[in-house]
């Protein structure tokens, strides 16, 4: 049986990595078995199991080898069997040339599944192109919801869903969007949140990291290059990510969050930022950067790997960030977090559902009082049903028998 998976972008990479060791695993097992059984076809356990060949298709739409190449080797992914090499683009222009070019991969390989994560362009795409030439799909995060529909995620996620013949779901708020939707319950499958897998597989390595040297290796101002945390700020740092066109791309909304920043976070502690390219270009562009630049307690880093992203998350005191995949880590971390979001699709990590995120919106008003907020909440990690770093493994069974 061969199983070809889609990568576009950063946040699928933590998605695949365990969904490829469990590939492996499955197939080894089920070779010992073979041979041990000494069955009639090569491949094949007395059971009719099958050994699972795996392609990799990474689209490109993540072009910069700052954002792209360094998770493929942080995290033990093999290179991509294929690499489209979409670039960026208009989300029309991402899409299409997608279909395009996986269209021609799709004929080629003739998978038994073409396997898709997340909510990329590269999700939507393939799952239209496979759907087209009548391959089966399955779709690993089915069911999140932000209900936002300016969010290209969001239509991402409802097409592929729509499409897809198994929905691979993390938690019941899941199902049960999937259920509103007429969905028929057997193409349901409640396996947990892969994210964690990696979190778990790459836990140890993370803790061993120097939160220091992560400040030095990736410091954009120079006075940061030899930089050491003060021992009163050690687990009392604030951890920023930001790049939401709703967040950076409006001057009415950034210059409020930045002197907010600036003021009463950098105020109590340092705030370490990798900043994503888009918003370092909106902050020069609007004349905020130098403001940025000069505040001691702001510290500016490069896009760092996977690793250290976990390092400083397991550091913080705090996480303010407009990203999805952090709002599930910091729930099972225990970090207080503040989503500068009108709605999540993650809706399992907010504090009245038993984790540690608060939705605050991009009004720095209301995003000064979340921050009081989540001060005074402390850590507290929460594990919601299956996130316990064996969701690959159950994808592969439902996917090997």
Not at 30 to 53: M, N, P, T, V
Not at 57 to 83: E, K, N, R, W
Not at 113 to 126: H, K, Y
Not at 146 to 165: G, K
Request: aromatic share 4%; charged share 25%.
């Amino acid at each position: 049986m061969k199983i070809l998976s889609v990568v576009g972008a950063r946040p699928n990479f933590m998605k695949i990595a365990p969904l490829i060791r469990a590939v492996g695993a499955w197939s080894a097992e089920r070779r010992a078995k073979s041979k041990e059984q000494r069955a009639k076809s090569i491949g094949q356990d007395g059971k009719g199991r099958q050994a699972l060949a795996h392609v990799l298709v990474h689209t490109g739409q993540h072009y910069d080898a700052c954002m792209s190449d360094s998770f493929f080797t942080d995290l033990a992914i093999p290179a991509p069997d294929y690499h489209l090499e979409v670039g960026s683009g208009s989300h029309a222009y991402q899409v299409g040339m997608t279909m395009i070019k996986f269209e021609e991969v799709l004929l080629k390989e003739r998978p038994d599944w073409v396997v898709l994560v997340g909510d990329v362009n590269a999700t939507c795409a393939c799952s239209i192109t496979a759907k087209k030439h009548c391959f089966r799909v399955a779709h690993i995060e089915a069911g999140l919801r932000s209900h936002d529909w300016t969010m290209p995620e969001e239509i991402n996620r409802v097409v592929t869903d729509r499409l897809a013949d198994l929905l691979f779901t993390t938690d019941e708020l899941a199902n049960e969007n999937l259920r509103q939707e007429g969905v028929n319950p057997e193409r349901i499958k409640l396996v947990g949140n892969i994210m964690i897998d990696t979190l778990e597989a790459q836990r140890a390595k993370a803790e061993g990291m120097d939160l220091d040297e992560i400040i030095r290796t990736n410091a954009l101002k120079q006075d940061h290059s030899s930089f050491r945390l003060p021992p009163s700020a050690l687990n009392s740092i604030a951890v920023l990510t930001m790049h939401r066109p709703s967040n950076v791309d409006s001057r009415a909304i950034l210059e409020p969050l930045v002197d907010l920043l600036l003021t009463d976070v950098c105020g109590k502690m340092p705030v370490i930022w990798p900043i994503h390219p888009r918003a370092e270009r909106q902050l020069k562009a609007f004349g905020l950067w130098q403001r940025v630049c000069e505040n001691e307690n702001m510290i500016l880093l490069r896009p760092v790997g996977y690793h250290e992203m976990l390092t400083l998350n397991m550091e913080a005191r705090l996480v303010l960030t407009d990203s999805g995949g952090l709002q599930e880590e910091c729930t099972v971390l225990g970090t207080p977090c503040v989503t500068l979001r009108n709605n999540t699709e993650r809706p399992v990590t907010l504090v009245e559902n038993g984790g540690t995120n608060v939705l605050a919106g991009n009004d720095a008003t209301v995003v000064r009082g979340a921050i009081l907020e989540a001060l005074d909440a402390g850590r507290a990690p929460s594990r919601p049903p299956l996130w316990d770093g064996h969701t690959a493994e159950r994808i592969v069974q439902v996917l090997g028998c």
